[in-house]
Structures are given as structure tokens and as C-alpha cells.
């Protein structure tokens, strides 16, 4: 066997294990951590709007010369303002789309038996013990019910990675 039989294998390999790890289920990695942000997106939000109403645009001054150094910004205060202020809408406008879309996926699956589970682990943070206690279940039903529950909101944010294998 050649050097070059030996790389493509060890490339072949390679590959193989990269295709297995993407395979790890990254969308409900993903759907856990929007469910349990969900509540700090809202607070981003929040924060966004009132920084935009609070826009301060602060001079800088070289205190050794009086000699600009590097580029300097000519723009009038109420142009830097309005780039400030777009800026600012258009992170609202991301947390505005997630946030509705969560929604939307959580108003899927709203109705279901054991919707309550997604409640106590993701904006609660109960314990997986608390959670089962709390809903009189064990831990397998817990567990599976949980799992269905994410996969279902895999389905709803996610379309595009589930489908991208098919």
C-alpha cells in the first residue's frame, strides 16, 4: 500500500466520522437552547428597545495631539444617530422573528398531555427529579416525552435541516 492509498483511506475515514457527528442530532441541541433562552430573548428585546430610546453619541478626543489619528467619522451626530438606531432595529427585528416563531412552535404542541414537561425543564428549571415528582411520572416516561415533544419543535423550527436529507 502507497502513501496515497494510505490518505485517501485515512480521508475516507475521516469523513465517515465528521457525517457521524453531524449526525448527533444538532437540531435539538438547538431547539434546547432557544427553549432555554426563550425567556432571555425576551429580556434582549426589551433591552434593545430601550437602548433605542436612549442613543448618546459620545465624542472622542486624543488627549496628546490635536491631530487626528486613523479614519476619522465626519458624519453629523443626527446621521450616526439613524445608523445607530438601524442597527439596533434590525437586531429587534431577529429577536422579534425568534421569538415568534418559538411561539408558534410551542403553540404546536401546546395541547399535548405532556406539554407541561417542556414548562418546569426549559423556562422553570426544575430538575429532572422535580419535573417527575411534580407531574407524577417516572423518569422513562419523562425522558421519552420530553424527547417527542423537542422532536416536534425540531419539525416546526428546523424544517430545512430535517429535510435536507431526504
Do not use: W
Not at 399535548?112 to 426544575?126: P, S, T
Amino acid at each position: 500500500m502507497n502513501r496515497e492509498e494510505i490518505c485517501k483511506i485515512i480521508d475516507d475515514k475521516l469523513d465517515s466520522k465528521i457525517k457521524d457527528l453531524k449526525n448527533i442530532n444538532p437540531p435539538y441541541r438547538k431547539v434546547e437552547v432557544i427553549l432555554k433562552n426563550y425567556k432571555n430573548f425576551q429580556k434582549m428585546l426589551d433591552s434593545l428597545r430601550e437602548q433605542l430610546n436612549h442613543i448618546d453619541i459620545v465624542k472622542r478626543i486624543n488627549v496628546d495631539s490635536t491631530k487626528p489619528i486613523g479614519y476619522v467619522d465626519y458624519k453629523p451626530d443626527i446621521e450616526k444617530k439613524e445608523d445607530i438606531k438601524d442597527r439596533i432595529n434590525e437586531e429587534i427585528l431577529i429577536y422579534e422573528n425568534r421569538i415568534l416563531k418559538t411561539e408558534n412552535a410551542l403553540d404546536f404542541i401546546k395541547k399535548d398531555k405532556y406539554y407541561r414537561i417542556i414548562e418546569l425543564k426549559y423556562f422553570e428549571n426544575y430538575s429532572v427529579e422535580d419535573i417527575c415528582e411534580e407531574l407524577d411520572i417516572t423518569e422513562k416516561t419523562y425522558r421519552s416525552h420530553r424527547n417527542r415533544l423537542v422532536d416536534s419543535l425540531i419539525l416546526y423550527l428546523f424544517p430545512k435541516e430535517i429535510l435536507q436529507d431526504f
